[in-house]
């Protein structure tokens, strides 16, 4: 028997959980623009496109709010609780007229529970995979498109779009990529925005030569939070961490980030969502215009000097695109032992095969290739 509703897509806090009618298998694609980093705060986007929204357009769930960046463009829903950025829709061109699509972030997607109760050996990766990867030119230095693509699969190796894309640049040409479009050397600022601008991140080093720790992280937390199987954090001393703001007359302000985001610090970031996953212990931030996930941050956790440590997402960086967004002279990548964090929980969840099992063993080996060759 079929199932109406085989998918289902959550959020962080999970008060945003829609099913989804379609049919199966479907594809998710994987997005390198701008635009999709900086929603999602995650190097990539992954979509899945659907037929329609699981919704009416014109009386969407109240637990969303929408971004919509001018009168003619697509919306963006995500939770006004958490900030999971969970669907959109968009506008194309095909044959000379404008169409609308729509997609859910494949990071929230799961299978539902009557589709698992009646296939119960059926895990999400055997029903849903990557298709293409795409806009990696929107990274300038080819991103995380050396380690994120599957090259033992002909048709992810390809790297296709409905538009001109030069080819996927290997490992060693992104690196070369890498150190041509880097962050000016001596540069003691590095600085990241959400999709709006309106959240903007300022990350500080005293001497030049200090790099902060990144890493990746695929845990169901940090996907559920972004829409993304796989997410890139960059570990920082809070002391070295700002946010900037403007005010209305567009005067920059430097603020400190906020040790504990009780109700005064809520006050003085009134436009992002603050959602604590863990009362009193774990809180992540959103910006509450556009749903970009911007920061993790855990209370009590120290970096290794004894100072507060605080957890921007490492995709904001660079999103001017006047250079590259790996930074690797500001940004030491690295792996945990056994490689990237977490990895059990997207086997446990069936979804290991989508991106995670291949992104493991070929970012360790990005890795390793950028210290052997430092
Ligand atoms: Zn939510
Ligand atoms: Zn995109
Ligand atoms: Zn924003
Ligand atoms: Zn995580």
Redesign the pocket.
């Known amino acids: 028997m079929s199932n109406p509703a085989p998918l289902q897509a959550t959020c962080l806090c999970r008060t945003s959980t829609i099913q989804i009618p379609t049919t199966l298998p479907l594809t998710a694609h994987v ?1 390198h ?1 701008t ?2 980093r900086t929603s999602h705060g995650t190097l990539f ?1 992954m979509h899945t496109d659907l037929e329609t929204l699981p919704f009416s357009e014109s009386s969407p769930p109240s637990t969303f709010r929408i971004y919509q960046s001018s009168a003619n463009s697509g919306k963006a829903y995500f939770c006004s609780t958490c900030g999971t950025y969970m669907f959109a829709s968009y506008f194309y061109m095909r044959e000379g007229s404008r169409h609308e699509g729509f997609c859910v972030s494949t990071g929230c997607v799961s299978l539902s529970d009557s589709y698992k109760s009646e296939n119960p050996t059926t895990k999400l990766e055997d029903v849903l995979s990557v298709d293409f990867h795409c ?1 990696i030119k929107d990274t300038i230095d080819g991103g995380a498109s050396p380690w994120a693509g599957d090259w033992s699969k002909e048709t992810q190796v390809q790297f296709h779009g409905n538009w001109e894309e030069p080819p996927m640049p290997s490992q060693e040409d992104a690196e070369e990529l890498g150190r041509k479009h880097v962050y000016p050397t001596g540069c003691k600022e590095l600085d990241g925005w959400c999709r709006c601008q309106s959240v903007k991140v300022r990350i500080t080093r005293d001497d030049e030569a200090r790099k902060y720790k990144t890493a990746l992280c695929v845990c169901d937390s940090c996907r559920l939070a972004t829409g993304t199987d796989v997410v890139a954090y960059t570990w920082m001393p809070r002391d070295n961490a700002f946010f900037v703001t403007k005010s209305k007359d567009g005067e920059e302000e430097v603020k400190e980030w906020p040790a504990v985001w009780d109700d005064e610090a809520k006050k003085k970031f009134g436009n992002m969502i603050i959602y604590e996953s863990t009362p009193g212990k774990v809180v992540w931030g959103a910006c509450g215009t556009c749903g970009a996930r911007v920061f993790y941050q855990r209370y009590g956790k120290k970096v290794g000097d004894g100072k507060d440590l605080v957890e921007p997402l490492t995709a904001l960086f660079g999103a001017d695109d006047t250079q590259g967004i790996m930074h690797l002279n500001f940004l030491d990548w690295t792996v945990a032992e056994d490689g990237i964090y977490w990895a059990e929980d997207a086997e446990n969840a069936g979804r290991a095969g989508i991106m995670t099992m291949n992104v493991n063993e070929m970012y360790q080996k990005w890795v390793k290739g950028l210290k052997d060759r430092a």
Do not use: D, K, P
């Open positions: 997005c623009c635009t999709c986007a806009i």
